[in-house]
């Protein structure tokens, strides 16, 4: 039986990844492990290779268990604004076009250390404002004709909040920083 060599699919993968993600959740990996090996798994070409990032965590795959669906919003040529105490889903998928986005999650209810977020925007602005201490990847956003500017910290992911932004953005702009004033408060503490 070779299903070591057979091609990895999506499917195959959100599985390891709810995995991992789990395991960070019950406390069996840290943030540093856990993103070490979303790296592996995303960039893993065949079952075996997925297979070799959760070989030492209690699971049951074989049949991808159906991921429960991001949250999806969906937004053309208008603002999109959270903020407050909202409800962060695990997954979150941001559709826009020409639209205006900010997310805020400095008041915001967690759904644990980890969120994802995927975008696809286009000729929009994406702005994501994260609690002091908080983290961002997003190594994994490609630009066209577009930026992404990330000012807050990228090394260790902080075990408050970690946020991996995947996607692509078209004509636009992604911002992932702290609340404006928060570098000045902190310089007159």
Request: net charge neutral.
């Amino acid at each position: 039986e070779m299903t070591g060599e057979m091609r990895a699919s999506d499917a195959d993968r959100t599985a390891v990844m709810q995995i991992l993600e789990q395991a960070v959740g019950h406390g069996m990996l840290s943030l540093d492990e856990y993103s070490e090996r979303a790296d592996v798994a995303l960039a893993a070409r065949t079952r075996g290779e997925l297979d070799t990032v959760i070989a030492d965590l209690p699971h049951v795959r074989r049949q991808p268990v159906p991921a429960a669906p991001p949250e999806v919003v969906r937004s053309w040529m208008s603002s999109i604004s959270r903020k407050g105490p909202w409800t962060v889903p695990p997954r979150l998928e941001l559709i826009t076009r020409m639209c205006s986005t900010t997310l805020d999650f400095t008041s915001a209810v967690l759904p644990g250390p980890v969120v994802s977020i995927e975008i696809d925007d286009y000729f929009g602005s994406v702005d994501l404002i994260l609690p002091d201490g908080a983290t961002a990847d997003c190594n994994r956003v490609s630009t066209l004709a577009g930026s992404t500017s990330v000012r807050v910290g990228t090394g260790q992911p902080s075990q408050r909040l970690h946020i991996v932004v995947t996607g692509r953005v078209r004509f636009g702009s992604l911002t992932v920083r702290h609340p404006f004033g928060a570098a000045l408060r902190r310089f007159l503490r």
